[in-house]
C-alpha cells in the first residue's frame, strides 16, 4: 500500500462514480470494493448496456487484493440487474502489470469488449523492446458469463518513448481509435515535432485480431498541441482533440 499522507490527501484521492438514471437523477454511488488511498478510482468511466466499466489508475493491487505495485491500475466492471443495482462483478488488470503503468488512465466498452489503456507502459506485445512510457492498451472479452479476459494487447506499428499510447480511447463497432498526445512524428513516422501527438485506428477482423489501419496526424500539427489526448468515433466519423493547440482554424495567429 502506498505511504501514510496527509489526512486531507487521505480523503480525498480514493475516488468514486455516481450514476444517473433517465430521469437525471442520482440513481447510486459507486466505490470499489477494496478501496485505497490514491487509486482515482473513477479516473475514467464508460457505460454500455447493463455494464459500466470504472479505471482506477493510481490502484497498487492486482484483481486478488495483492502483489502491490505503486499505480499499476485496475478496472472495475459493474452490471446492472435490472432494477436499478449495481454490483460489482470483476476487477481486471493487466497480464503483465507494472509500476506505474496507469492502467485503467482511459476506459472504453462496446458489445462484449472492453479496452483499458496503460499510458506509461514500456514494453511490446511480447513484453520487450522497452521505450519508456510508451504506452499500450489491453482488450478483454466477455465470454458469454461475464467472464471478462483479455485476449490481446495494443501498442502501435512504431512505437516511441513517452508516446503516452492509451491516454485516451474508444470503441465503436469494429472499430478502435487510440490516442497518444505525446508522439512527435507525422504519420509517415517523420518530421519531428516535439508532443505534437497522434492517434490511430485499428479494425477487429472479426477473429478478435486487430491490425492498424492508420495513423492520423493533424494537417496543421505543431509543437506541443497533444493532439489525442480526446477522442471518440461513431460512425464514419472519428474526432480527434489537440487540447494544447494555439492557432485558429486556418493557423493565422498564435493565441498567448
Known sequence: MKRQLQFIIFFLLFGSVHLFGQTWEEAIKLTASDRGLGDNFGASVAVYGNYAVIGSFGDDEDENGLN?????????????DGSGNW???????????????????????????????AEQHS??????????????????????????TQIKKIVPSARTSYSLFGASLLLYENYFLIGAPGNCYD???????????AAYIFKNDENDNWPQLQKVVGSDR?????????????????????IY????????????
Open 187 to 197: 504519420e509517415n513516422e517523420a518530421n519531428y515535432l516535439h508532443d505534437t501527438g
Open 123 to 148: 514494453l511490446d506485445e511480447n513484453g520487450s523492446n522497452q521505450r519508456i512510457n510508451s504506452g499500450c492498451a489491453y482488450i478483454f472479452k466477455n465470454d458469454g458469463n461475464d467472464n471478462w
Open 87 to 117: 454490483t460489482l462483478i470483476q476487477k481486471i488488470v493487466a497480464s503483465d502489470r507494472a509500476a506505474i503503468d496507469r492502467f485503467g488512465k482511459s476506459v472504453t466498452i462496446y458489445d462484449n469488449y472492453i479496452v483499458v489503456g
Open 68 to 80: 502491490t505495485l505503486s499505480d499499476a491500475g485496475s478496472a472495475n466492471i459493474f452490471k446492472n
Open 245 to 256: 493547440d494555439e492557432y485558429d482554424i486556418i493557423k493565422t495567429s498564435k493565441k498567448i
Open 222 to 242: 505543431s509543437e506541443d498541441a497533444q493532439f489525442g489526448g480526446t477522442v471518440s468515433i461513431t460512425n464514419n466519423y472519428m474526432v480527434v482533440g489537440a
